[in-house]
């Protein structure tokens, strides 16, 4: 079997927003849409205050409460994990971005340009058929499906691996098979702790955080930042 997911290491992550930038670029997304957002978020008290970027968006949940809401199957989760979306079936309702606990859902209802009337690049990558529907992170998906049928391994081969992995300078971001324990995703969970937005709902997150080494108890002050919905919300 095959299960995708994403890690990211909030150890490494500068904050930069280059993740946002490519995967804006890549799926050509409308004006105040982010798929993967990077919340810079405080934790601690004073004199123990902490800073940490998380990037955040779609989780691929293992059972997604989008999937158990939309009444058209217009959201459906792939047997390798991927929860992906159906534009022709979507009717707009949102009840997916009202289920949803992560905030990864957007719906535009009407075209939005940069400066108004669009220029030649955003003529080109317009995309009607995402107009008054549900859009979200599909890990890139078709660039996954591409390089498995060219041969190529998601998480190894940039072709064949979400753009937002791709784009990080700081290599905070990876991508693989959580059924593989040789991927990069299996070994960076092996060797460090983690943890998953909101597990006490069971959802099953495919995205998971690393925030200390895992060779023993963690380090003085550190602790998992707290990510909850709240906080999500509040810098929505």
Not at 17 to 32: D, H, I, S
Not at 73 to 83: F, H, L, Q
Not at 100 to 121: D, H, K, N, V, W
Not at 184 to 208: A, D, K
Request: proline share 7%.
């Amino acid at each position: 079997m095959t299960r995708w997911a994403m890690v990211a290491d909030l150890r490494r992550c500068v904050g930069c927003q280059t993740c946002t930038a490519a995967c804006k670029l890549v799926n050509a997304t409308p004006v105040g849409v982010q798929w993967r957002r990077v919340l810079d978020m405080e934790f601690g008290e004073y004199p123990d205050v902490r800073r940490a970027f998380v990037p955040v968006g779609c989780q691929h949940c293992d059972d997604p409460p989008c999937v158990a809401s939309c009444p058209t199957t217009a959201t459906r989760k792939r047997a390798d994990g991927v929860v992906t979306m159906d534009y022709d079936l979507c009717i707009g309702c949102a009840y997916c971005a009202v289920s949803c606990p992560y905030q990864a859902r957007y719906r535009t209802l009407r075209p939005s340009f940069a400066y108004g009337e669009p220029i030649e690049s955003e003529k080109v990558t317009h995309r009607a058929e995402r107009l008054a529907v549900a859009t979200k992170c599909t890990f890139c998906v078709d660039r996954i499906d591409d390089g498995l049928a060219r041969g190529l391994r998601p998480g190894v081969d940039p072709e064949a691996t979400p753009a937002c992995v791709n784009a990080c300078i700081a290599k905070a971001m990876a991508f693989g098979d959580l059924d593989d324990p040789e991927s990069s995703v299996s070994r960076l969970l092996s060797e460090n702790r983690y943890f998953r937005m909101h597990e006490e709902l069971g959802t099953g997150p495919g995205f998971f955080y690393l925030w200390d080494r895992g060779d023993g108890e963690a380090a003085p002050g550190v602790s998992p930042p707290d990510v909850g919905a709240e906080r999500l919300e509040a810098r929505r």
